[in-house]
């Protein structure tokens, strides 16, 4: 029998190296007006055996490749010639191609999918990440996706049961901590909601990421949304705050707004603006922040809070010290993907090649750059 598994959509962006066990099946909520991660697929919550099946032909396969890396020599490690072997081979499957993968970067943690897996029962959850830790015990990382009204309708001893069996971390999309955009977005979820499931989370000793999205107040709210959700990460005090800038996707019901001109999405420097007024009235104790998502205009904003506080703020504060023509450089290099912080800048080449478009733009158009920017963000193209 063919040795596979099923693989959800996505993942937290610090999931690359995880190995991706799907413990549920979609999102039990799915109306988020800004998310297509699940679109038209519908929850399931799948048997604690249907997992086991899978860890099952997930150490089955890992045994394989380490048997293949025996024979070819390697002494049974999986390095760059048996991985390049793995993926270069039309014979092997997906399958045996994610879990190379895995081994490849150490096989230490892994992400139970899909969006909301803390919506298991706990004795299942408890069951699923002992035989985890059973079948594969050099595993030092489990974490989740899980929704705050989830956590909330757990306790806290469910959490303490959940680390003791192995649960790390779980990441959850606050989005905002600000009730009408919650309630604009569909989120389905309150401040008061978020604030309790992080608790309990975090009460529980597991290790809390929350993600933000600049941006999703629009212009509107924009101020608030800032405000508001930096009252509610103080309540919480999480471990990660993790910021993801608002892209509007089309296929989505927050693009079909926008086209008929009821949501505003915000200019890029509007969204480093709103961030700046979020860091500034962040008062968490050791909580590291982390703008690693390719989305934000400046992903070198990261530290520790409250010490690298304004560090973060003056890398921000050095963006806008920038001449116009400068930030609009960045900004064209940043979307076409060829910087990845500030200091790129000083690569007179590359800054040089930028420079002439920007300023072929502003001969035809000074405005017209701008909106490009913005409408490749958005999708409006
Ligand atoms: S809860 Fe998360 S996965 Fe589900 S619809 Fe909302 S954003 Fe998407």
Redo the contacts with the bound molecule.
Sequence with gaps: MELNFEQGPIRPPSEAESLLIRATRN??????T??H??HDSKFSLRSVEEIKQEIDAMHAIAENIAKLSCKRGQGGKVNDSIVQMIFNDYGFSDAYRTVAAWLYFGGKSVFLQ???SIIMKTEDLVEVLKYIKMIFPFVDRITS?G?SKTAAKKTVEDFVKLKAAGLSRIHV?M?SGYDPVLEFIK??ETAADHIEGGKRIMAGGISLCEYIIPGMGGDKWSTEHAKQTAEVLNEINPDYIRLRSLQVREGTALYTMMKEGLFTPLADEDVLKEIRLLLENLHCRDTYVVSDHILNLLQEIEGKLPNDKERMLGTIDRYFSMSLKDRMIYRLGRRRGIYNSLDDLANIRIYDRLRQIVEEYEKKDPQQLDRDLYKAMHGFI
């Design positions: 999102c039990p909520w799915n109306k988020c800004f998310c991660s699940y899909d969006a909301n996706y929704r999309g989005e989120k389905g």
